[in-house]
């Protein structure tokens, strides 16, 4: 019987870190053992990318699922390919991006997992027109409570396929999946950079062109006040075109010169993150020109990427990201009661992103619905940041709103409920599948999604 290690585990957000049994699996066998003869709940975890408990357990059990990081293969009629669960985002493009497939939506890091990326349903810079992750899903093989193999799709165990996507771990544990690549001539972007002097001009941006874009978001300004807030720096891009490409870049579409990584090799002290450090950063980048710019992949996609541990940046304390989702109609309005709230509560936020979002996947509990959503990074003060943060939620709220589960750490159940409006739906399929709710996480028992037949 394989072996449990006791640890402490945290999101990327370092906030909040728990203690588990973690087990490593590395065989289909012993994660059908570890989930049919648990003793204690459990929870599939990836690359721990998620923010704030979604793969933590605390005093649970935690399955990593990084050993099953083989691919297994790609039809070059389709696109399609077949791997495990496990296997990163890093790997796919190292293997698959020199052959011309790209991933058809990517978060904003490489260092997910494909399990993770489903689990989340993620979306990625075009979801205004490509949707989310969901949408290119075929099929996966979803290992169930009662140590059944499932293969789930829109056509075969279908409750099962979209609690699933989105379903942050709860139904299961995806061992492999299929998901059609998406075919690039090369592995550069064209980005077109405009700036906008506030928000009504962002916004005025996104609604006038946005369709042209195959990728869109804006780094938004958290700190700017009276005319100028929420000025913004809109990033849009299409895959390049070969005459937008010079001569060296011909030789070699699809491997651009590699860049120094750098690091935050400790945590930083909490005051590294101030008003003061995120205004001077704000000046300067809104200070960089428009037009037009080749950028490579990791570049435009996985700038974070290119500073290993950066999240340490923020102390010991962590952080909270706080992303929300709010339809287009009140958009304008959410926002501005948003930024007023951060900027009143002399929160700073180094990250701070715009995206429009398209249709819903159909996954019960997944995050996208048609609007804008923001996303910042709010550095752990303790009681009064989550206080802060359930404000936003009411505001979200009121605008009909939601809150991603994969960045949230500290909403109530109550607001859960209200934002999540399938939940009972996707409680009834947990139910079927999971009828002593065996797959149950931090945030599932803060939100109380639990089975419920
Ligand atoms: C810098 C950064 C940028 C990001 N940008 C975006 C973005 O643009 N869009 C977006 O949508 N998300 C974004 N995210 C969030 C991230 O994509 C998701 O949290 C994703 O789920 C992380 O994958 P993971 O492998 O690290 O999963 P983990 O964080 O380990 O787990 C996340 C959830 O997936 C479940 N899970 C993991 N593996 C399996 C499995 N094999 N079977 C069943 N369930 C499983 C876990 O139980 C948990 O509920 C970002 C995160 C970071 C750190």
Redesign the pocket.
Same mark, same amino acid.
């Given at each position: 019987m394989i072996r449990a290690k006791k640890m402490r585990l945290a999101? #990327?957000g370092n906030s909040p870190c728990q203690a588990a049994d973690v087990f490593r699996p590395e065989k289909i066998a012993e994660v059908r053992s570890l989930t049919t003869n648990a003793q204690k709940t459990l929870?599939? %975890?990836?690359?721990? %990318?998620?923010?704030g408990d979604?793969?933590l357990n605390e005093n649970g059990s935690v399955?990593l699922? /990084?050993q099953?990081d083989r691919l297994l293969a790609i039809d070059p009629s389709t696109g399609v390919l077949e791997c495990e669960?496990?296997v990163?985002f890093e790997d796919l493009l190292q293997v698959l991006l020199p052959r011309g497939y790209f991933p058809p939506?990517?978060?904003?890091?490489k260092? @997910?997992? @494909?399990?993770? +990326?489903?689990? +989340? =349903?993620?979306?990625? &810079?075009n979801h205004h027109r490509d949707g989310?992750?969901a949408n290119f899903v075929e099929q996966f093989e979803?290992l169930i409570a009662d140590g059944t193999v499932l293969t789930c799709s829109r056509t075969e165990n279908t409750d099962a396929f979209w609690a /699933?996507l989105g379903?942050?771990?709860?139904?299961?544990?995806?061992?492999s999946a299929r998901i059609k690549m998406r075919k690039v001539a090369s592995a550069y972007l064209s980005v077109d950079y405009q700036k906008a002097p506030n928000l009504d001009a962002a916004l005025e941006l996104f609604a006038r062109n946005d369709k042209d874009y195959e990728y869109s978001v804006a780094w938004i300004d958290c700190l700017a006040r009276h005319g100028a807030m929420g000025r913004s720096v809109l990033m849009r891009a299409n895959h390049a075109k070969m005459e937008e490409m010079s001569e060296t870049q011909h030789d070699n579409l699809f491997a651009p010169p590699k860049k120094k990584k750098r690091a935050v090799p400790f945590f930083l002290p909490g005051f590294a993150v101030s008003p003061l450090s995120v205004r001077l950063f704000n000046h300067f980048y809104y200070k960089q020109p428009p037009g037009w710019r080749l950028a490579d992949y990791d570049s435009f996609f996985?700038p974070? =990427?290119a500073i290993s541990n #950066?999240?340490r940046g923020y102390g010991r304390r962590g952080f909270f990201?706080y992303?929300a989702v709010f339809p287009l109609e009140t958009a304008r309005a959410c926002l501005l009661e948003l930024l007023e709230k951060l900027t009143s509560a002399r929160s700073a936020s180094f990250?701070a992103?715009l &995206?429009t979002m398209g249709p819903a996947s159909g996954g019960m509990l997944s995050?996208?619905m048609p609007g804008q959503t923001l996303?910042l990074d709010i550095p752990n003060r303790g009681t009064q940041t989550v206080d802060l943060l359930r404000q936003l939620d009411a505001i979200v709220l009121r605008h009909g709103g939601r809150v991603?589960?994969? &960045?949230d750490a500290c909403m109530t159940a109550e607001s859960f409920r209200a934002m999540y409006p399938r939940a009972s739906e996707f409680e009834k399929v947990k139910a079927s599948l999971d009828p002593q709710n065996r797959?149950s996480?931090s945030?599932s028992r803060r939100l109380g999604i639990g089975a419920r037949a």
């Amino acid at each position: 019987m394989i072996r449990a290690k006791k640890m402490r585990l945290a999101g #990327w957000g370092n906030s909040p870190c728990q203690a588990a049994d973690v087990f490593r699996p590395e065989k289909i066998a012993e994660v059908r053992s570890l989930t049919t003869n648990a003793q204690k709940t459990l929870i599939p %975890r990836g690359l721990g %990318r998620s923010y704030g408990d979604a793969a933590l357990n605390e005093n649970g059990s935690v399955l990593l699922e /990084t050993q099953f990081d083989r691919l297994l293969a790609i039809d070059p009629s389709t696109g399609v390919l077949e791997c495990e669960g496990g296997v990163s985002f890093e790997d796919l493009l190292q293997v698959l991006l020199p052959r011309g497939y790209f991933p058809p939506v990517t978060p904003g890091t490489k260092f @997910v997992t @494909v399990g993770g +990326a489903i689990a +989340a =349903d993620v979306h990625g &810079k075009n979801h205004h027109r490509d949707g989310s992750i969901a949408n290119f899903v075929e099929q996966f093989e979803l290992l169930i409570a009662d140590g059944t193999v499932l293969t789930c799709s829109r056509t075969e165990n279908t409750d099962a396929f979209w609690a /699933t996507l989105g379903g942050m771990g709860l139904t299961g544990v995806i061992l492999s999946a299929r998901i059609k690549m998406r075919k690039v001539a090369s592995a550069y972007l064209s980005v077109d950079y405009q700036k906008a002097p506030n928000l009504d001009a962002a916004l005025e941006l996104f609604a006038r062109n946005d369709k042209d874009y195959e990728y869109s978001v804006a780094w938004i300004d958290c700190l700017a006040r009276h005319g100028a807030m929420g000025r913004s720096v809109l990033m849009r891009a299409n895959h390049a075109k070969m005459e937008e490409m010079s001569e060296t870049q011909h030789d070699n579409l699809f491997a651009p010169p590699k860049k120094k990584k750098r690091a935050v090799p400790f945590f930083l002290p909490g005051f590294a993150v101030s008003p003061l450090s995120v205004r001077l950063f704000n000046h300067f980048y809104y200070k960089q020109p428009p037009g037009w710019r080749l950028a490579d992949y990791d570049s435009f996609f996985y700038p974070l =990427d290119a500073i290993s541990n #950066w999240n340490r940046g923020y102390g010991r304390r962590g952080f909270f990201q706080y992303q929300a989702v709010f339809p287009l109609e009140t958009a304008r309005a959410c926002l501005l009661e948003l930024l007023e709230k951060l900027t009143s509560a002399r929160s700073a936020s180094f990250l701070a992103v715009l &995206k429009t979002m398209g249709p819903a996947s159909g996954g019960m509990l997944s995050f996208p619905m048609p609007g804008q959503t923001l996303a910042l990074d709010i550095p752990n003060r303790g009681t009064q940041t989550v206080d802060l943060l359930r404000q936003l939620d009411a505001i979200v709220l009121r605008h009909g709103g939601r809150v991603y589960l994969a &960045k949230d750490a500290c909403m109530t159940a109550e607001s859960f409920r209200a934002m999540y409006p399938r939940a009972s739906e996707f409680e009834k399929v947990k139910a079927s599948l999971d009828p002593q709710n065996r797959f149950s996480s931090s945030l599932s028992r803060r939100l109380g999604i639990g089975a419920r037949a």
